[in-house]
């Protein structure tokens, strides 16, 4: 028997119609869930991403703030250390060196049995001058057995060799590290000391002038072939110890004693210069010292019989290098020759 309290109950069966393969309806489903999976892809990196970088600050900030707190407690202490380091650096730069060390490099320069070398009065005259003037920019013509030494009274300064033979250059270099020395061609010859000295008289005003740039110079007594960086310098002393000048045929000191009268006179910054020329007993050597640097500015106190002084004020005259310049000729004949031959290279 039937329950009449039972409420019938409808289902309603609808078909399902599968999208037939390549149909429309089926590619543009397919493309939007998969459109629809993307989107929740790159929201969830983008939301990951910022959350990293909200940590990230937060860490640096910390971090930051604790680090600026113990710098500024050290600031004083650093700034104190730094000033006494450069405070030592420069006092050991500038302190010369002990007048027994002095006196010791002197003596052993003076006493070695090396050919050529120069005796103890000239050494122990252009070591006082060093050691006043040092550690200072010293521009040395002539590589001798003497370049240690003058090397070593210098410490803390510059110290430049000009030499013609670059053979020797190449054998002193490994043997002595830091050695800064160039190779010079000179154009000049002994023989030719009266056409060479007329030839700068007669231009004095123009390509053989006192004040000019070496290095651009037209005068045939100029040494215009080293680095440039070198006509840059303001040397404070020029020793004149080269090139050769034994023969008729060796270059002399013409050029050298001439281009040192003419970056005396050029430095720029209005300070003097002191130039030694050594073997200046000889005819060659007194003669272009009087000719480029001038009787006036030798200073016989410290100058020896084979060793000239003078002290070269930078500027003045454009057209004459001494106040009490002439235009009298040279007496070859009365140029004795030269007895100091380059060192020997001996090993």
């Not at 037939?20 to 939301?47: E, M």
């Not at 007048?99 to 005796?119: C, E, F, K, Q, S």
Request: one cysteine or more.
């Amino acid at each position: 028997m039937k329950n009449p309290n039972i409420t019938p109950k409808l289902i309603l069966f609808h078909p399902f119609h599968k999208p037939a393969p390549g149909s429309s309806t089926g590619i543009f489903s397919y493309l939007a869930s998969h459109h629809r999976l993307l989107i929740l892809l790159f929201i969830s990196c983008f939301t990951f991403a910022s959350l990293l970088t909200f940590l990230y600050s937060t860490s640096t900030s910390t971090s930051t703030s604790s680090s600026t707190f113990t710098d500024s407690s050290h600031t004083t202490d650093t700034f104190t250390a730094t000033k006494t380091t450069t405070t030592i650096a420069a006092a050991a730069t500038t302190t010369p060196l002990p007048l027994p060390v002095v006196d010791a490099l002197i003596h052993y320069a003076a006493n070695t049995n090396a050919t050529g070398r120069m005796i103890e009065s000239d050494i122990r005259a252009v070591a006082n001058i060093l050691r006043r003037r040092g550690p200072c920019n010293l521009l040395v013509f002539g590589l001798s057995v003497e370049t240690p030494l003058w090397i070593a009274l210098n410490s803390g300064g510059r110290t430049v060799f000009l030499d013609e033979n670059q053979y020797y250059i190449a054998y002193l270099e490994p043997r002595h590290p830091g050695l800064e020395a160039y190779d010079v061609t000179y154009t000049t010859r002994v023989r030719d000391l009266q056409e060479l000295l007329s030839t700068a008289r007669a231009t004095r005003a123009t390509d053989c002038r006192p004040i000019q740039h070496l290095l651009f110079s037209e005068c045939r007594l100029a040494v215009n072939d080293l680095p440039n960086h070198l006509y840059d310098v303001d040397w404070d002393m020029i020793l004149v110890d080269g090139p050769s000048g034994w023969m008729q045929t060796s270059p002399g000191r013409t050029a050298s004693i001439f281009s040192s009268a003419v970056m005396a006179r050029s430095r720029r910054d209005g300070g003097k210069t002191e130039v030694l020329v050594h073997d200046y007993q000889f005819g060659l050597e007194k003669t272009c010292a009087h000719e480029f640097l001038c009787e006036e500015n030798r200073i016989e106190e410290s100058s020896t019989e084979s060793l000239g002084h003078f002290i070269i004020q930078s500027g003045g005259p454009r057209d004459a290098f001494c106040f009490n310049a002439t235009d009298d000729g040279v007496n070859i004949g009365r140029l004795r020759a030269r007895t100091r031959a380059h060192p020997l290279i001996t090993k």
